[in-house]
Nanobody, 119 residues
Framework: QVQLVESGGGLVQPGGSLRLSCAAS????????MGWYRQGPGKERELVAT???????NYADSVKGRFTISRDNAKNTVYLQMNSLKPEDTAVYYC?????????????WGQGTQVTVSS
């Protein structure tokens, strides 16, 4: 059973920074892709950033240059450093772990952490 626990959310003013953490109950090295998604009020869940087991990263256009995803395999933790936050970044942020096996994709999700950007 894979468990993902997010932390680090909160209330921040526009222009501020937050760092989200996602602690996994298993070795994240066994996961092909780790990622962060978010769901804003009245919106669909959307991809924010992903990082592969090889270290390749991918970002949504809306966060490029402001957010950085990283992983610490020794701590089984994935991070999302968020800088220059905007009110439109307000959302529940979810950690995702994806394992590709036998042509199938297995996805695991955390419970989410709220990020609110407001003055």
């Amino acid at each position: 059973q894979v468990q993902l626990v997010e932390s680090g959310g909160g209330l921040v003013q526009p222009g501020g920074s937050l760092r989200l953490s996602c602690a996994a109950s298993v070795s994240i090295g066994s996961m092909n892709v780790m990622g962060w998604y978010r769901q804003g009020p009245g919106k669909e869940r959307e991809l924010v950033a992903t990082i592969t087991s090889g270290g390749s990263t991918n970002y949504a256009d809306s966060v490029k240059g402001r957010f950085t995803i990283s992983r610490d395999n020794a701590k089984n933790t994935v991070y999302l450093q968020m800088n220059s936050l905007k009110p439109e970044d307000t959302a529940v942020y979810y950690c995702n772990a994806r394992r590709l096996l036998g042509g199938l994709s297995y996805d695991y999700w955390g419970q989410g952490t709220q990020v609110t950007v407001s003055s």
